[in-house]
């Protein structure tokens, strides 16, 4: 896999080891062709957002262990699918970003402009 980049085309940082997320399940919002959903937006989770992501049909809240997947809670860091996160700032319900660690292919679903205006690591 070539080094990954971030939205601002530098290396692409880790966004959650606790839970460990990703496609990949690296820590980090790595794609490939294989990641069909590009799971590539490192968000912070909120209730709000979690309700919805219910309210669509993607349980997020709760653990699959089958899956190995814990349960987001509010404040967990995900890498989210980049078309959810649009479809959940359409709906007025986007979480927050992590854009050192949003992989720079979300940009061929999301605007750089609206990520900035959720990000939590802009100074």
């Not at 980090?28 to 049909?57: A, K, P, Q, Y």
């Amino acid at each position: 896999m070539d080094l990954a980049r971030n939205v601002f085309g530098e290396p692409l940082e880790s966004c959650s080891d606790d839970p460990k997320t990703g496609f990949f399940r690296d820590g980090c919002c790595n794609t490939s062709d294989e990641d069909i959903g590009r799971h590539t937006v490192c968000t912070r989770v909120t209730r709000e957002f979690l309700e919805f992501s219910r309210s669509r049909g993607n349980d997020l809240s709760t653990p699959r262990e089958e899956f190995g997947f814990p349960g987001l809670r509010p404040g967990d860091q995900w890498c989210l699918c980049a078309a959810r996160w649009q479809e959940a700032l359409d709906a007025g319900a986007p979480p927050r970003v992590v854009l050192r660690a949003t992989h720079a292919a979300t940009l061929e679903i999301v605007s750089l402009d609206d990520l900035k205006q959720y990000a939590i690591d802009l100074s």
